[in-house]
């Protein structure tokens, strides 16, 4: 259930980002502030510049995924990786769902040469995905296994 929810929530964001951002992804054609080049962006961010709009963008949504533990009072290290499983899982979706939903992409257009903003790919994927959806799975993982106490 839980994974199908945050697929369904990518579906919807990325139509909702086609509608902002149209043919120009990762913001180009937004009114917002740009980071071009700084080595940081390198480690962290795959080398892609910094926006305004996603420097507000991605912590608004981290915020979104953890409305659950804030709701319930109830957080745990468990609960923390699952929320984290889910941010990653849900951005890489939504990503690829950009590309696919996106009138000015499809499917066809998912290659390094119509994308300049995913610098580095891994065979047919940007290599965030790649990396993105392994930290997930480990993260989804370690908050459904069961603790050693209880496992006997």
Do not use: K
């Not at 043919?23 to 054609?29: D, E, L, V």
């Amino acid at each position: 259930m839980t994974v199908g929810w945050v697929l369904l929530l990518a579906f919807f964001f990325a139509n909702v980002e086609i509608q902002i951002e149209g043919a120009a992804g990762w913001a180009a054609n937004l009114p917002t502030w740009r980071i071009q080049h700084h080595w940081l962006l390198d480690i962290f961010w795959g080398g892609r510049p910094m926006t305004g709009y996603h420097a507000w963008l991605f912590p608004c949504m981290a915020l979104f995924f953890h409305f659950p533990l804030i709701f319930t009072g109830r957080w745990s290290w468990r609960a923390e990786a699952r929320v984290f499983a889910c941010i990653m899982l849900f951005w890489i979706a939504e990503d690829f769902l950009w590309f696919v939903l996106n009138p000015a992409y499809g499917v066809m257009h998912f290659a390094p040469r119509y994308i300049p903003w995913h610098i580095h790919w891994w065979g047919p994927a940007p290599s965030d995905y790649w990396v993105s959806l392994g930290w997930s799975a480990v993260l989804f993982w370690l908050s459904y296994r069961r603790p050693a106490s209880s496992r006997g």
